[in-house]
């Protein structure tokens, strides 16, 4: 794991914490009236008790998912005390179902799950909870509480805020600029939540209108053929936000083939080859807005935490947080040395 990752794995992504306002309790000038500090072990990197973790998602078949699953299999290695039990993943309901129950049967000590649909498979979280193996629901959230003891995952109204305020900024100077939006698969509701945080952060610069939206399917061929029917509408904007970098290489095809190059793009996600294309500096895109698949390597150490009976190094409680969400990061130019090693291919 790159080192962005390795400090404070819990962490990373999260919120900020300062570990010295949490502990400040713990100095050896403490007074009698203060209170006790949490002497509750916390999980770190030396060898403890054995866990399996059963990790079951949905099928790799974007960028973004298959690296949920190298960052899952890179920090169970990290551990000598971590046995993983990987699913092969699918995007049938039933057949994931299938693979949880499996890993509820060979009784692993914890689940790390990503669900191809949170809904439809609320009810084995519950089955798995209730055989006493608590779970670690990943980004995609059960629609029950009960059935995870821990939710990690990013924060798509937050990755459309971040690149709304980024494009704002931008373009905060310049009278009536236009923006425009490519957006991902309607129907999730993590596009509908990607557009809301844009429009909101959009409402911060009345100099700027959203003139137009296309909605693409997340793969290259889609980003390609939507960006080009978004060009042919539109004769001139200033700046454009795409939900996703896997369709934002098709997107970049399209603006190539136009020969356009008088607006600024703001992709998302975090990939490999938006990171260097940013870095390079020789094409429209001039930022991406993290949805960080590292969320897979935190939640192999809450999975380990938790069957290990620790808590989180850092923070003063006995227990893991119940909820993390991450946090959205804008990389451009001034900061992608920083992010590269977290870029996904």
């Known amino acids: 794991m790159p080192e962005l990752t390795s400090r404070r794995g819990l962490l990373f992504g999260t919120a900020a914490v300062s570990a010295g306002v949490l502990l400040a309790g713990c100095t050896s000038n403490e007074s009698d009236d203060e209170p006790a500090s949490n002497d509750q072990p916390a999980a770190d990197d030396k060898k403890g008790k054995q866990v399996t973790i059963g990790f079951a998602g949905p099928q ?13 299999k890179s920090r169970a290695k990290k551990y000598e005390d971590v046995t993983l039990e990987i699913t092969e993943g699918s995007n049938d309901t039933a057949a994931q179902i299938g693979q949880i129950e499996t890993l509820i049967n060979k009784k692993v000590d914890v689940l790390v799950i990503l669900p191809a649909d949170g809904k439809a498979l609320t009810q084995v979280g519950l089955k798995a909870m209730r055989a006493g193996i608590p ?16 939710y990690i995952g990013g924060d798509n ?19 009536n600029a236009k923006v425009i939006e490519l957006a991902g698969l309607d129907n999730l509701e ?34 390609q053929a939507k960006m080009a029917q978004l060009l042919q509408a539109q004769s001139s904007f200033d700046a454009l936000w795409n939900h996703d970098d896997d369709q934002g290489v098709g997107a970049l095809r399209a603006i ?37 698949p590292t969320m897979a390597a935190s939640a192999i150490d809450l999975a380990r935490a938790l069957g290990q009976g620790k808590g989180v190094s850092g923070l003063a409680e006995f227990e893991i947080p119940s909820s993390l969400t991450l946090y959205s990061a804008v990389v451009d130019k001034e ?5 590269l090693p977290t870029g996904f291919k």
Request: aromatic share 8%; with cysteine; net charge neutral.
């Open 335 to 339: 900061n992608v040395k920083t992010y």
């Open 256 to 292: 190539e083939q136009a020969g356009r190059d008088d607006f600024i793009m703001v992709g998302g996600a975090g990939a490999l080859s938006a990171m260097q294309a940013i870095e390079s500096d020789n094409s429209v895109l001039k930022a991406t807005v993290l949805y960080p």
């Open 60 to 72: 790799a078949d974007h960028g973004w998912l298959n690296a949920i699953n190298d960052n899952a």
């Open 157 to 175: 109204f937050g990755m459309g805020l971040n690149a709304g305020h980024y494009i704002g900024e931008q373009l905060k100077d310049k009278k």
């Open 135 to 150: 779970v670690v629901n990943l980004d995609r959230i059960f629609n029950s509480p009960q059935a995870y003891r821990c």
């Open 190 to 223: 993590l596009t509908k939540q990607r557009t809301a945080g844009f429009d909101a952060a959009l409402k911060n610069y009345p100099n700027i209108k959203k003139v137009a939206r296309q909605a693409a399917e997340f793969t290259v061929e889609s980003g």
